[in-house]
């Protein structure tokens, strides 16, 4: 143990005791009862395939909704612990993108909550990462406040690529926390692919 993890221990992202690492052995009996990992592949579609690990529902709804809104910027290593325990990422993809949100969003959170999880994957499994090929250009309203329609106009034409050299034939893997009617990434994978990416596969905490 380092003197880091003497001042400032690791502790559980569900239950929040000390714990060697984010999830507790205890709490990662109960996930493993509700964990959902499936994979959908789309053929409609401009991403190649969606995977999530949750249903957007009860605690896992609670811990996002924290991690998002209210600050709790911590529990990406509780998120990311979670899906390179789970999912098989390793030689599957070129480079790991987040679905980014606007600068100024950014601003008043303190962060993005897709980017924290995509670059601590990346880390951890020694994979690319790039904050900087895939930029939301517009600060638009929640795509929680709107129904399926809205949702499709909201995102339209509202990502640019930049530096698309570093995607040019790749196989992306695209990180977001909630998946509902697809819209957001589906847009994001329009761009994207219309600027040389080779594959896009969507993974997710939820699906909702
Ligand atoms: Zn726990």
Redesign the pocket.
Known sequence: MNILEIIYPKT?G????I?KSY??G??KLKLKEVLKLNTVVYKNKYFDSHTYLFKYEEKIRDKLLKYKFRDYSYLYKFFSEIIINNCNLQNNYDIILPVPIHKKRKQMRGYNQSELIAKEIAKNMNMEYSNRVLIKMVNTVPQSSLNQTQRMSNVMGIYKVINSQIIDQKRILLIDDIFTTGSTVNECAKILKQNGAKTIDVLTIAKD
């Not at 569900?14 to 005791?17: A, G, I, K, L, R």
Request: net charge negative.
């Open positions: 559980c569900m239950c929040e005791d714990s999830l507790c205890k709490c």
